[in-house]
């Protein structure tokens, strides 16, 4: 149990579109999502915690008009790369918890996303 | 949010047991120790949470001294599949808290 997943796994956009990433729980409610960006050997950053029927709250310094976050169901959240530029090129990264479970954050699979 | 250190790195043996010690000196009262498991562009993976004392489960086990300023992760037996990076979170997160990750430890087995 517990399954969260992520899509597209890979994409390549131009520089100057938009890309919309999709993150689903499959077998559980979660009223928190969490979305991350990693880049080559670092760290996951968090970049913002998406709440279902509200609006997400982003960590300092992340552009939220550039990072559209939706999280309209329990099950489904997205994030849109808006205006994407190569230095957006990353991996993107979800996660979810359910709302009966008491630890144990799950994570998707990831999105590597490169901007050309 | 407590802050954790980790060593950067750590090279191991296949069959050898592995301990990675991450030291998390102003955890609080309510925090739990967490600890997740990545694979190269993949999502982390949960491997196991504990409190205080000692907890196992199939995959490792994780020591946790009284004065809860530091744990170390057990994994017995690494094979090569068990090359990834190795992260250690300290919070709340059994009241939804969100989770902040450190630098980890990139564990390298060898045949």
């Known amino acids: 149990g517990a399954v969260v997943s992520q899509h597209p796994s890979w994409v390549i956009c131009k520089s100057g579109t938009s890309v919309k990433i999709e993150c689903r729980s499959l077998?559980?409610?979660?009223?928190?999502m969490f979305w991350y960006r990693q880049f080559p050997k670092q760290s996951l950053m968090l970049m913002a915690t998406s709440n279902e029927g509200s609006k997400a709250t982003y960590e300092q310094g992340v552009e939220k008009d550039k990072f559209l976050i939706n999280h309209a169901s329990l099950t489904l959240s997205t994030l849109t790369v808006t205006s994407a530029h190569p230095e957006d090129s990353s991996f993107y990264i979800c996660s979810a918890k359910r709302d009966s479970q008491n630890y144990g954050y799950t994570f998707g699979s990831g999105t590597r996303l490169t901007v050309v | 949010l407590a802050k954790t250190t980790q060593p950067i790195s750590m090279d191991s043996y296949e069959g050898q047991e592995v301990n990675i010690t991450c030291s998390h000196n102003?955890?609080?009262?309510?925090?739990?120790i967490t600890w997740y498991q990545q694979f190269p562009s993949q999502g982390p993976r949960f491997i196991i949470q504990g409190y205080k004392t000692k907890v196992t489960n199939e995959v490792a086990s994780l020591f946790i001294p009284a004065d809860r300023k530091s744990s170390t992760l057990s994994l017995p037996r690494v094979s090569l599949s068990d090359t990834a990076v190795y992260y250690c979170?300290?919070?709340?997160?059994?009241?939804?808290?969100?989770?902040?990750f450190g630098q980890g430890t990139e564990l390298s087995v060898k045949p």
């Open positions: 102003n955890i609080a009262t309510n925090d739990y």
């Open positions: 077998d559980f409610q979660a009223t928190t």
């Open positions: 979170l300290v919070g709340i997160y059994n009241q939804g808290g969100k989770l902040i």
